[in-house]
């Protein structure tokens, strides 16, 4: 198997596992405990904390953690509209934005707040000319992602951060796909809360955590016991934690190393994608984009047949984000980059991990080459443009 969907989860680092396993039996004491059994996995919680907060130039007390960025996407944007209603019920979001903030904010529209969704230029980015003129005083927070799950798109992360910081309103930023890919320091960026998730980057599922700069007013998420400063109750999901600690050190040491070796197996294929096969377009920027992601449109085929017949020869690759995987609809990312519908329905997402090999590109290569002309022989359009 070929795997090439790292953006919808990565395997588990044997070493995070390694990790993790303690925690299941001998140490499964409960964090609350006051007995030393439990108090110590409360300070291994608190060294975990300390190694996320140092990955992002934060200090440990700013660290929440959640089960995932779903959860951290719905505490950021549902926690400050609760917080900040009496100061204003707008809120700024970006169109190309995850279920996770779409659907939170559709759900606050629904409960009497006002959202505006800035649209992206056709590479996906944002203008920050636009998102100062969407600033209204009632403002009470800008969402927008760092990096595009479908296109791989980074925004302008550091001039939104200094626009919200100018204006006064707290800024949130969806790292899911970026945390651990790409650098990032929350105080050069001026990012005020931040959403991370551990099985991006080599963690287990259901574990994530949330930024929240110190001196923030943002409502609980979670009522219960004390855990989490009081602010998201729970016992802790002590392993899970654990082994995202273990996946931060590790994506820390590599990052650098792993930004260039995905750049390079990323546009390799790329390069023999575009100069071997007519008929395609790379969706999203061409050069400030995440590391591993390529996301191509080929038109005269269906990127449904696409994906199965990869599948079938033991490549697994998406053709949008997970969470819109199996929908008829093309995706709304590529709607709102304007790609033409018949370069929109022959999308493919390939993410790309450290797991992958260069010889794993040409292997890919033949295989997307051989299923497209497959493919393309059933499109009278095609087979008329060639009988032209
Ligand atoms: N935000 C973005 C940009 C994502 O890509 C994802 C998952 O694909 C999420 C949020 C949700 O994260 P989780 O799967 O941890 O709930």
């Known amino acids: ?10 395997p588990v680092h044997p070493e995070v596992i390694e990790e993790m396993m303690p925690y299941f ?6 964090p609350s405990g006051i007995y030393e059994f439990a108090s110590e996995n409360k ?24 089960s995932g960025g779903t959860e951290s996407d ?50 996906g980015m944002i203008s920050p000319e636009q998102l100062k003129k969407s600033i209204r005083t009632d403002t ?6 760092f990096a595009n799950n479908e296109i791989g798109t ?6 939104i951060g200094e626009i919200a910081a100018e204006h006064n309103i707290y800024f949130h930023t969806d790292a899911v796909q970026a945390y651990m890919h790409v650098p990032i320091n929350v105080n050069d960026m001026k990012i005020d809360m931040m959403s991370a998730s551990s099985h991006k980057f080599g963690g287990p599922k259901g574990v994530g955590f949330l930024y929240i700069r110190d001196g923030i007013d943002i409502a609980n998420f979670m009522y219960g016991g004390g855990q ?26 590599s990052m650098n190393k792993d930004i260039i070796y995905l750049r390079n197996m990323r546009e390799y294929l790329y390069y023999r994608i575009t100069s071997e096969i007519p008929y395609v377009r790379l969706n999203g920027s061409r050069t ?25 020869e033991g490549i697994c690759a998406s053709a949008g984000s997970a969470c819109t995987a199996g929908s008829k609809e093309s995706s709304y990312v590529l709607k709102a980059i304007g790609v033409p519908e018949d370069f929109a329905k022959g999308s493919l997402r390939i993410t790309l991990g450290t797991d992958n090999t260069m010889d794993d590109m040409d292997i890919v290569f033949e295989k997307i080459n051989y299923i497209v002309n497959t493919l393309r022989e059933f499109s009278d359009e095609y087979v008329n443009l060639k009988i032209k």
């Open 25 to 30: 039996n001998e140490k499964f004491g409960n």
């Open 140 to 145: 009470i927070l800008i969402s927008i992602m």
């Open 154 to 159: 980074i925004e302008p992360i550091r001039e």
């Open 74 to 123: 719905n505490w950021a944007v549902r926690g400050i509209a609760e917080s900040m209603k009496d100061k204003g019920k707008h809120i700024i979001t970006s169109s190309i934005e995850h279920h996770a903030i779409l659907n939170t904010c559709e759900f606050l529209e629904k409960h009497g707040y006002e959202v505006t969704y800035l649209e992206v230029d056709d590479s």
């Open 228 to 253: 989490e400063s009081g602010k998201r109750a729970g016992t802790e999901n002590v392993a899970g934690i654990v082994g995202m600690g273990k996946a931060v050190e590790l994506a820390v040491k």
């Open 43 to 66: 300070e291994k919680l608190q060294k975990v904390r300390n190694v996320i907060a140092e990955s992002i130039g934060a200090s440990a007390d700013e660290i929440y953690f959640t």
């Open 288 to 312: 400030e984009r995440l590391p591993g992601n390529l996301n191509i449109s080929f038109k005269y085929i269906e990127g449904e047949s696409l994906l199965i017949m990869l599948d079938m």
């Open 1 to 10: 198997m070929i795997y090439l969907d790292h953006a919808a989860t990565t």
